[in-house]
Nanobody, 124 residues
Framework: QVQLVESGGGLVQTGDSLRLSCAASGRTFSINTMGWFRQAPGKERDFVAAISRSGDSSSYSDSVKGRFTISRDNAKNTLTLQMTSLKPGDTAVYYC?????????????????WGQGTQVTVSS
């Protein structure tokens, strides 16, 4: 089994930056692609970004491209999401996800493991 624990959420103002982290434990050798999703109140859980095991490939949603950066440190089993130029529309619970496959899907159903989420609130 794989456990994922997010941290780093909080309340920030428009234009601020925030760094989210996800610590993986358990059968981490089985993890390939990792990603971030987010869910705003009353909305679906949407794709934010994903990264391959090597870090050579990454993918972003159009809404965050150019503002967010996903990275990972396999030696420390951590995934990071650096968020800049935050907007009120970025307010959501952010979830870390992992899968054993090597593709970078944008659909939540393709991910095998999920964290509990961390709240990010951006005030105007």
């Amino acid at each position: 089994q794989v456990q994922l624990v997010e941290s780093g959420g909080g309340l920030v103002q428009t234009g601020d930056s925030l760094r989210l982290s996800c610590a993986a434990s358990g059968r981490t050798f089985s993890i390939n692609t990792m990603g971030w999703f987010r869910q705003a109140p009353g909305k679906e859980r949407d794709f934010v970004a994903a990264i391959s095991r090597s870090g050579d490939s990454s993918s972003y949603s159009d809404s965050v491209k150019g503002r967010f950066t996903i990275s990972r440190d396999n030696a420390k089993n951590t995934l990071t999401l650096q968020m800049t130029s935050l907007k009120p529309g970025d307010t959501a619970v952010y979830y870390c996800a992992a899968r054993s496959g090597t593709a970078l899907p944008t659909t939540r159903g393709y991910y095998d493991h999920w964290g509990q989420g961390t709240q990010v609130t951006v005030s105007s």
